[in-house]
Structures are given as C-alpha cells and as structure tokens.
C-alpha cells in the first residue's frame, strides 16, 4: 500500500515557475514508477511525466518537454515535478501516481491546484 500526497501547487503568472511534490507513504515506495498526470476542466487526464523505481528513465511528454523535469529522492520518499516557463494551458489540477507491473496508477493522490495565469 502506498499513499502519496501532493504539495506546491498554487497561482503564478505565465513565465514563471513552481515545483510540486509528492511525498509517499510505504517501505516499496521505490519499487514504482511515480508518474504525474494532469486534468484541466472538461479535458481528459493527460500523462505528464513518469519517473523510474531508480530515477534513471524518465518520460515526459511532447506538451512540456523542455519545460518540466521530474526528479525522485528514494531516501524522501519523494518525487517532484519542476515546471518552468509555465503558460495558462498548463492550468490544471496535478496529480501523483504510483505504479508497478506495467502499469501507471495503482495508487494516487488527491491532487494540487496550478493556475497559471496570463
């Protein structure tokens, strides 16, 4: 079982930046894949980046690529999300999954608020 809380979220301005965590809970946290997901009203959730068990492999998808970067801290129990030159259609709500066994969201977090604005 793991649980995973979400932080860092809040309103910036367009070109500026914020970086989220997400603290987990559980002695395997660095077993799974921590991914980011993201879901702007009335859009479908979006995979942001993913991160693996050792932090050497990492996706990140074409819409932030150049712009985001996630990073882990296996001994914090941690993953976080970097996210500069930030844009209002980033705005959306961000949220932490762990996964294991070739899939992405066995567990998740409630989610943080980013607004971005213009």
């Known amino acids: 079982q793991v649980q995973l809380v979400e932080s860092g979220g809040g309103l910036v301005q367009a070109g500026g930046s914020l970086r989220l965590s997400c603290a987990a809970s559980?002695?395997?946290?660095?077993?799974?894949?921590i991914s980011w997901f993201r879901q702007a009203p009335g859009k479908e959730r979006e995979l942001v980046t993913a991160i693996t068990s050792t932090g050497i492999s990492t996706y990140v998808a074409d819409s932030v690529k150049g712009r985001f970067r996630t990073s882990r801290d296996n001994a914090k129990n941690t993953v976080y999300l970097r996210m500069n030159s930030l844009k209002p259609e980033d705005t959306a709500v961000y949220y932490c999954?762990?996964?294991?066994?070739?899939?992405?969201?066995?567990?998740w977090g409630q989610g943080t608020q980013v607004t971005v604005s213009s």
């Open positions: 999954a762990a996964g294991a066994s070739g899939g992405l969201g066995d567990y």
């Open positions: 559980g002695r395997t946290f660095s077993s799974y894949v």
